[in-house]
């Protein structure tokens, strides 16, 4: 287990309201670090509808999923905020009063005064896909997602899906692999273009297979995989060997962990009161779509308030011996100085 990490303030989840929280915490010298199962930072916005776009921003017309993403992170720049991404929140403790420890999937372990739960709709968890035992070769030879290329060097792949991370992670590891092989259900990619036509000119070169059809069996022992049986569009079955199989079926929310931090729940949403977004223990707050209250929005602009208001009461708990002055960004020369603008 790696050192413990000592910070003011923990964010669970990275997403807008997440986001726009270390900067209300930065304005107050409050030092955050972000947590997010995503390899990305924006949570619903990024993974969800990066192009469409969005009208209900208060100022700002017309703005994309994605582009709301970076003008936050532009935003916050100033605060220096870490970000750990593509790890899981699976435990949250009370340790002191309050102090919180943070434990991730991956080891790591945070101390934090006040921990901040932006975890939106839950986690963003893989698909999995119809396939009959896929279970029993889950995490030995069944892989949802890509965390180290080299361990997959030499292998005889089985990529499945017709999406960006299917085709991505095709012409990321056919360089390293023994053999690749891309299976999806039809010729048709819903990937980008540019993917599409790199993948078909590496299987014209002979440099990976391409089967159009679906895995319908796995053949293997002790989560090892063997082979799989591909089902045609015409019913013939073919048997590929394979030492792995990566399905890329999209993502999907679950709650996931935060069902087990011992917080009484209403229909998988954590109730809060809504002067400072506060849960029933204190020190612990829950900002954004996880939260619920009467006359809840699940709204972006709802998330960036109840961020603000958090903030005022979270600096009571990092600094319990000093006074809070409410200021303006236009008129604070102080606030100023922190966004590096005076
Ligand atoms: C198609 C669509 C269109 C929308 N359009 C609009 C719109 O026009 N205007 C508007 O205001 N709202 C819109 N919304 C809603 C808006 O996206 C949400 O209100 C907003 O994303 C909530 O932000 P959040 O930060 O609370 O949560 P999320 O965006 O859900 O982010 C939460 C993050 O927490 C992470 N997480 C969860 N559990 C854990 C854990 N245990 N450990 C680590 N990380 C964790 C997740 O991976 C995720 O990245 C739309 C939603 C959808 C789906």
Redo the contacts with the bound molecule.
């Keep these: 287990m790696s050192e413990t990490i000592k910070t003011d303030v923990v964010i669970?989840?990275?997403?807008?309201?997440?986001l726009f929280a270390v900067f209300e915490l930065g304005l107050l010298d409050i030092k955050t670090h972000l947590?997010?199962?995503?390899d990305k930072v924006g949570?619903?916005?990024a993974e969800?509808?990066p192009e469409?776009p969005?009208?209900?921003i208060p100022g700002i017309p017309l703005i994309t999923g994605h582009g709301l993403c970076d003008a936050l992170m532009e935003q916050i720049k100033p605060f220096n905020p870490t970000f750990h991404l593509g790890e899981?929140?699976t435990t949250v403790e009370k340790i002191g009063d309050p102090l919180f420890r943070v434990g991730t999937d991956r080891g790591k372990v945070f101390e934090a005064k006040v921990v901040v739960i932006?975890?939106?709709?839950?986690?963003?968890q893989p698909k999995r896909p119809p396939i009959p035992g896929v279970e029993a070769y889950e995490s030995k030879s069944v892989h949802y997602a890509v965390r180290k290329m080299e361990s997959f060097r030499d292998k005889r792949l089985l990529i499945v899906g017709g999406g960006d991370s299917a085709l991505d992670w095709t012409l990321n590891l056919q360089p390293i692999a023994n053999r690749v092989t891309l299976v999806h259900r039809r010729d048709d990619f819903r990937g980008a273009p540019d993917s599409v036509n790199k993948m078909r000119a590496l299987v014209a070169a002979g440099g990976m297979d391409l089967m159009i059809g679906q895995v319908s069996a796995l053949e293997g022992g002790d989560g090892q995989l063997a082979a799989a049986n591909i089902k045609g569009n015409d019913g013939a079955i073919a048997r590929v060997e394979c030492d792995v199989m990566l399905p890329f079926f999209g993502l999907t929310m679950k709650l996931?962990?935060?069902a087990n931090w011992g917080l009484p729940l209403e229909d998988g949403l954590i109730p809060v009161e809504t002067s400072a977004f506060e849960t029933s223990t204190p020190g612990l707050f829950a900002i954004?779509?996880?939260n619920t209250y009467p006359g809840k929005l699940?709204?972006?602009?709802s998330?960036f308030h109840e961020g603000a208001l958090m903030a005022q009461k979270a600096y009571h708990y990092v600094y319990p011996d000093k006074r809070l002055v409410f200021q303006y960004t236009t008129s604070s020369t102080s606030l100023q100085k922190k966004l590096g603008v005076a």
């Design positions: 669970i989840g990275a997403g807008p309201v997440g947590i997010d199962i995503l949570g619903q916005c969800l509808y469409k969005i009208y209900d899981m929140v932006g975890a939106g709709g839950g986690s963003f996931g962990p935060v954004g779509d996880i699940k709204l972006i602009l998330g």
